[in-house]
């Protein structure tokens, strides 16, 4: 699943790349978690957008503001579409806020001990 | 003639009457003495071939249910998981009188899909079968759906259902309702053989033919329905001593495959460049993954589990299934082995609009070998043999039961020459699976303090707290992202079990409960991750656990949802642009009220504690479940989840 995500993300990347989509607004964290749950975002990437094995990659550290919009618009594989009138660019500004709000990652020699 | 005589004893008033049942009408014999009934004041209607005031009304002596506990205990029945029903009332009283209770022992259960499912775990861990008896017509069909599990995923179990056949003799409303002219067919679809035997020598004979058929793979559950006069009945001593159970002599076998083809399997796996092995329900027995190592250490090939069974320790190093797509790719050979859907082995059709065939990234080379038993019991109505997918050779025989053959004729295949480049092989292999687990770790850190508690966090808590036990988690983790497979070290044959077979949900909780059942003579600790949705399908089987002391430790993986239909319908929406409709929660959570398990455990008598929300909390009451199970108890934690 990472090298899935990977390759979404340089997709994506690559496609915002080419349409030349417009500089990121502002977004606001808590706005943010509203429309990542409202649109079911955690069902699949998880409530922290760590991601699900099977289900969705992990968004956390969240892709470009451009890539974003762009696999959100015109997602690859099984990601459903989300059109303007359900998530607005600056929507999806919110939905990085929220990524980067969320607590950063512990260490892993805190699982590494309980192996 | 003998008619005429019983019935001219009744007239006569005469207390003896002889003992006859419907496999010993010509009986002349008397079983029993006893006071004749009152004479009814109203007409009798003729009974065909018996009446009822031909028989005593106490029996003195064996009975036919009698001698089918005997039937059951020679070939080995040690449980029958059952909800009571009068069709079987017979030999219910047999088993827990006559038969002591012992070999078989009646395991009350609160639902016929219960029965089954505890019978299809405990026949993947203790490797024989056990019984479960259900209620003719009523209980069959609500054990259906687990016995349909249990079909899919090749298991056996004998179920036994009563039925009363005799239209004179069935008492009105209810036992019409209850009986069937061919209870088979509720089930005929999914099961592998069934009778319906119409004397007690026919039940003896059925029976021990259930059982060789059912454990001879391609395994699945029987049928045996019990006629109800052929329980019910004395046996006539002249009967009784004719009566004989037959005996399973001699070597059991297997379906193996034909050896030349093995031949050839082993000359296309010695020519190959990057061969991949692929188990899926490959394991039939604690010797099968030593076994599988061996053919993989030989080739210095990968393995791609399906883990349809637990086929190879996932800590071993040439078990590549975290990098199950990258291994495919470079593949240009492929051994499955015990396969489900081999067309999914190349092509993918993921869940998106028009349902596109979309061509897996794979060598165009690439060829498959196939070895397996699925197709020595073709069945045609139920779907679950999946798509056809023409392979280059195709071994009908038990994957597990050929392996040996194989292993033996790749050794003959190969030179010094073949072993220097296998060896190479495996140098290039090293380190790949590590960087594809640390990927994972990564993973878990980010979701470690998470709320609701993360899928990572849940199985390490769990995991620490039985890593030096004698462990075993029956239970699917899918729905856990098949965490434990990442962070655990699974190396032992019966420490994981595979999947339900047609994933109907439910399967988890009873079927833990059977495999626990199998654990507990070993001393095992039993560690049962369900969903919520799962045990709301059987939630009785707390009651059970607690009834029949069976230590198992249930961990309820509490996400307050069908989780797999709210990404299903958001998907849905998305697709249609109606995802922040008001109503689209409808139907898929299990929430508003929020189902308390702990509670709900307690008051079946279980020790349990939740709802745990904070996940610095798991590791204290994963502590004292452990505490519990370890006294012969079982118990149950409900914990608050992230949704995979």
Redesign the interface.
């Known amino acids: 699943m990472s090298n899935m995500r990977f390759i979404v993300l340089g997709a994506a990347v690559l496609f915002a790349s080419a349409a030349g989509v417009v500089a990121q607004p502002a977004g606001d964290p808590k706005a943010g978690e509203t429309a990542y749950m409202k649109l079911g975002c955690y069902s699949c990437h998880g409530v922290w957008g760590q991601g699900t094995w099977r289900d969705g990659p992990r968004l956390n550290p969240p892709m470009p503001y451009e890539a974003m919009v762009q696999q959100l618009r015109t997602p690859r594989y099984e990601m459903p579409f989300y059109v303007e009138s359900q998530i607005s660019d600056k929507g999806v500004a919110d939905i990085i806020a929220y990524l980067k709000s969320v607590p950063k990652p512990v260490d892993q020699s805190v699982i590494k001990a309980m192996q | 003639m003998a008619k005429k005589i019983r019935r001219r004893q009744f007239l006569a008033g005469v207390a003896a009457a002889p003992a006859v049942g419907l496999a010993a009408a010509a009986a002349p014999a008397v079983a029993a003495q006893a006071p004749a009934p009152a004479r009814p004041s109203v007409p009798l209607v003729p009974n065909d071939d018996r009446s009822l005031f031909d028989l005593p009304p106490q029996t003195i002596g064996k009975t036919g249910a009698d001698f089918m506990v005997d039937v059951l205990k020679s070939v080995g029945i040690d449980y029958i998981a059952s909800c009571p029903g009068s069709t079987f009332r017979a030999i219910h009283e047999s088993i827990i009188t006559y038969g002591n209770n012992s070999k078989p022992e009646f395991l009350t259960t609160l639902h016929e899909d219960t029965s089954a499912a505890m019978c299809h775990g405990y026949a993947k861990i203790a490797k024989k079968p056990m019984a479960c008896m259900v209620h003719g017509t009523v209980g069959l069909q609500h054990a259906s759906m687990a016995i349909y599990n249990a079909f899919a995923d090749r298991v056996p179990m004998l179920i036994l259902s009563g039925n009363i056949g005799n239209v004179a003799t069935r008492q009105v409303i209810v036992e019409w309702n209850h009986s069937v002219q061919d209870q088979a067919a509720i089930v005929r679809d999914y099961t592998k053989w069934d009778d319906q035997p119409t004397s007690l020598q026919g039940f003896a004979e059925s029976t021990v033919r259930a059982m060789d058929l059912m454990t001879t793979a391609p395994m699945g559950p029987v049928l045996i329905t019990d006629d109800g006069d052929l329980q019910e009945d004395p046996i006539p001593p002249e009967v009784e001593k004719r009566l004989k159970i037959p005996v399973l002599r001699g070597i059991r076998s297997q379906p193996s495959g034909d050896v030349s083809a093995v031949r050839e399997a082993a000359k296309m796996l010695v020519a190959a460049e990057n061969p991949v092995i692929f188990p899926y329900r490959y394991a039939r027995t604690e010797a099968a993954p030593a076994l599988l190592v061996q053919l993989a250490e030989l080739l210095h090939a990968p393995v791609v589990d399906g883990r349809g069974r637990m086929n190879i320790p996932n800590r071993h190093p040439l078990n590549h299934t975290t990098r199950r797509?990258?291994a495919f790719a470079e593949a240009d050979l492929i051994l499955a082995l015990e396969p489900v859907d081999v067309y999914g082995l190349t092509t993918n059709i993921?869940?998106?609009v028009h349902r596109p065939n979309i061509p897996a990234r794979r060598q165009p080379n690439l060829k498959i070998i196939q070895i397996g038993a699925e197709g020595l019991m073709p069945k045609a109505n139920f779907q679950n043999f999946q798509r056809f997918a023409p392979v280059d050779l195709n071994i009908n025989g038990d994957a597990e039961a050929t392996m040996p053959t194989l292993i033996e004729a790749v050794k003959a295949e190969m030179t010094a020459a073949h072993k220097s480049k296998f060896e190479a092989r495996g140098q290039k292999l090293k380190g790949l699976v590590e960087r594809?687990l640390a990927?994972?770790?990564?993973?878990?850190?980010?979701?470690?303090?998470?709320?609701?508690i993360?899928?990572?966090r849940f199985v390490?808590?769990l995991?620490?707290q039985i890593?030096n036990e004698n462990w075993a988690l029956p239970t699917e983790s899918?729905f856990l992202?098949?965490?434990p497979y990442f962070?655990w070290?699974i190396n032992k044959p019966y420490q994981t079990m595979g999947y339900s077979g047609a994933q109907g949900i439910g399967y988890n909780s009873p079927a833990a409960l059977g495999a626990a059942l199998a654990n507990k003579e070993h001393g095992r600790i039993t560690v049962a991750m369900v969903g919520d949705g799962d045990l709301n399908m059987a939630p009785g089987v707390l009651w059970t656990a607690a009834h029949h002391r069976i230590p198992i430790l249930y961990l309820v993986h509490n996400n307050r949802s069908y989780?797999q239909e709210?990404?299903m319908i958001?998907?849905m929406a998305?697709?249609r642009?109606r995802?922040?409709h008001k109503n689209?929660y409808v139907g898929t959570l299990i929430d508003d009220p929020a189902p308390n398990y702990a509670k709900i455990a307690e008051g079946y008598g279980l020790y349990a504690q939740g709802p745990i929300e904070d996940p610095k909390d798991l590791a204290a009451a994963i502590k004292r479940g452990i505490e519990v199970v370890k006294r012969g108890e079982p118990a149950l934690i409900d914990i608050i989840s992230?949704?995979?």
Do not use: C, Y
């Open positions: 797509e990258a993921p869940d998106i594809s990927q994972r770790m990564t993973d878990a850190t980010f979701q470690w303090e998470a709320k609701p993360s899928s990572p390490m808590e995991w620490n890593k899918q992202s098949e965490w962070l070290d989780h709210v990404m958001l998907k998305a697709r642009s995802v922040d689209i992230d949704g995979r």
